[in-house]
């Protein structure tokens, strides 16, 4: 019988070095992925999970088991996450961090979405992400990626919940128009 | 013409956790706002879109890493991690000894019997043997200068004599002058501290009188 996060947890706490890494691989693929997504880069990915766990076993006697492990899980990787993303940026992409603009429609994509191959489809996805300011990228990636409700959001952006659902609007109506330009 | 509902609307469509009241709510507002009906056909496709993301395999990486204790270093023989701490202690522990000595008045005497350690004061030099050692000394000197004086008296004759004679009379005579004055200036300062202490006496009986109501 497959143990629960929990269990692992305890194991983990515990001493159980096998018990750890069998919850890290449950969850370190979303992480990863979430990082590709973000940071448009498999060596920035892959800090992010080392990060991200380092992070989480540092913590993990805090956490008390009243929410799932992935919403608090996820709680490290929103934060360690906004750290990467800042850290990558230079000069003026900082300034845009809420900035709410239509950004510029892109037009050096080639060819339509649908006919990229899956490969390719990953790179469009990241590049149409990475021209979203950050707060919109990182409230698309929760909402559409991990599947939270915005009253999970909005805590970890620390906004109120109806601000996360207009910024996720805004984030379709930016993402529409880029994928209009691109086809 | 936007429609300030749109944005709830549009993410509440998107939320599969939303509540089905709010769905309901949202389905009698659609029926009536041409606006908000455009833009959920317009974005609706977007996440959908967005999730033909094909997760990509996680790179193998050390997952143990974080807790795996830090491997103890090269054992060092004994002898080199020693002298670290010898010279980091010899020092300190040369000053107690030191200080030990110091306050214990330890002697080592060195003869031809040997060594030997004592501690505390001299148990050998007493009052007896000092006043013995300056006796011994006296008698030395007063031999010395009486040889000297024989030895004057056979080299010059009586004049010389004559001469060491009136020379010891006027050091005796200067002497008892230096004990005279002495005296006299042990008076004076005994008057000094008299008057001083009068002085005083007078000053505190004068402070008290001004402070007393």
């Known amino acids: ?183 | 013409m936007s429609c300030p509902n749109t944005p709830e609307l549009i993410a509440d469509y998107c939320d599969p956790m939303v509540s089905a009241e709010s769905l309901q709510r949202h389905r009698l507002h659609l029926e009536g706002c041409p606006s908000c009906q455009q833009e959920l056909g317009r974005l609706r496709p977007v996440p959908a879109r967005l999730l033909r993301w094909q997760n990509l395999a996680m790179p193998d990486w050390d997952r143990s890493s974080m807790i795996r204790p830090v491997p103890n270093r090269k054992s060092i023989p004994s002898r080199v991690r020693t002298i670290p701490l010898l010279a980091r202690w010899l020092p300190l522990a040369a000053s107690v000894v030191l200080t030990i000595a110091v306050l214990t008045q330890t002697r080592l005497e060195v003869n031809e019997q040997g060594w030997a350690v004592s501690f505390g004061a001299s148990s050998k030099l007493d009052v007896q043997q000092l006043d013995a050692y300056l006796a011994a000394y006296s008698r030395a000197q007063e031999a010395d200068t009486r040889e000297w004086v024989q030895s004057a008296l056979k080299t010059h004759g009586e004049t010389t004599a004559d001469s060491v004679y009136q020379w010891m009379m006027y050091m005796e005579q200067q002497r008892e002058l230096d004990v005279k004055r002495m005296e006299a200036g042990f008076e004076q300062l005994l008057d000094r501290d008299f008057q001083t202490v009068d002085s005083v006496r007078q000053l505190a009986s004068y402070v008290m009188y001004q402070v007393a109501p």
Not at chain 1, 1 to 16: K, P, R, V
């Open chain 1, 1 to 183: 019988m497959e143990q629960t996060d929990n269990q692992l947890i305890d194991a983990a706490l515990a001493g159980s070095v096998s018990a750890w890494e069998m919850l890290v691989r449950r969850h370190e693929h979303r992480v990863y992925n979430l990082g590709l997504r973000l940071l448009h880069n498999p060596d920035d990915a892959l800090d992010l999970v080392q990060d991200v766990f380092l992070g989480v076993y540092r913590n993990l006697y805090r956490f008390r088991g009243e929410s799932q492990f992935s919403t608090w899980l996820f709680r490290i990787v929103h934060n360690k996450a906004v750290d990467l993303i800042r850290r990558r940026q230079t000069g003026p992409e900082l300034e845009n961090w809420f900035e709410e603009d239509i950004p510029e429609p892109v037009h050096d994509l080639p060819g339509p979405l649908e006919a990229c191959l899956e490969s390719e489809m990953n790179e469009k996805i990241s590049q149409f992400l990475l021209r979203l300011p950050p707060a919109q990228r990182l409230i698309v990636e929760l909402k559409v990626f991990q599947a939270m409700t915005f009253e999970e959001i909005a805590p970890l952006q620390d906004i109120p919940v109806n601000t996360a659902k207009t910024r996720f609007y805004t984030a379709l109506k930016n993402l529409k128009i880029m994928m209009e330009a691109q086809s």
